[in-house]
């Protein structure tokens, strides 16, 4: 094992890699807590408008989705854009919720297979 010192509040503290490992984990899991849980939001919502029949409020939705976020044309890109990122790694967004949003909203606004 490799052991590495800092310093906490003036007292040197040895750490081992395992343990930097945790800390940065436990960091990311932090900082994506937000961006994870309004991407679940955004999917749970799509998911359950899209197993009503065609209804008043799913044709709102369905325009809503496709209308112009800050930025974006619509929600479709702005979740490519998210995937686009990732790839990259210029972003925390996890990869899987990204997809999912974007698959969602592609089957959402032009239709499953059979239709």
Do not use: H
């Not at 990311?28 to 994870?36: N, Q, T, V």
């Not at 990732?86 to 997809?99: D, N, V």
């Amino acid at each position: 094992k490799q052991w590495y010192q800092r310093r906490v509040r003036g007292v040197l503290v040895r750490e081992t890699d395992s343990y930097q490992e945790e800390r940065r984990q436990a960091e990311f899991i932090e900082e994506s807590l937000m961006p994870r849980l309004a991407l679940s939001a955004v999917y749970t919502m799509m998911c359950l408008i899209c197993s009503e029949p065609e209804t008043q409020r799913a044709e709102r939705f369905r325009k809503e989705i496709a209308s112009p976020i800050v930025g974006y044309p619509n929600l479709g890109i702005f979740a490519l854009e998210l995937i686009y990122q990732y790839e990259k790694g210029l972003s925390i967004i996890p990869i899987k919720k990204a997809t999912l949003l974007y698959w969602k909203f592609l089957l959402y606004t032009l239709g499953s297979l059979e239709d």
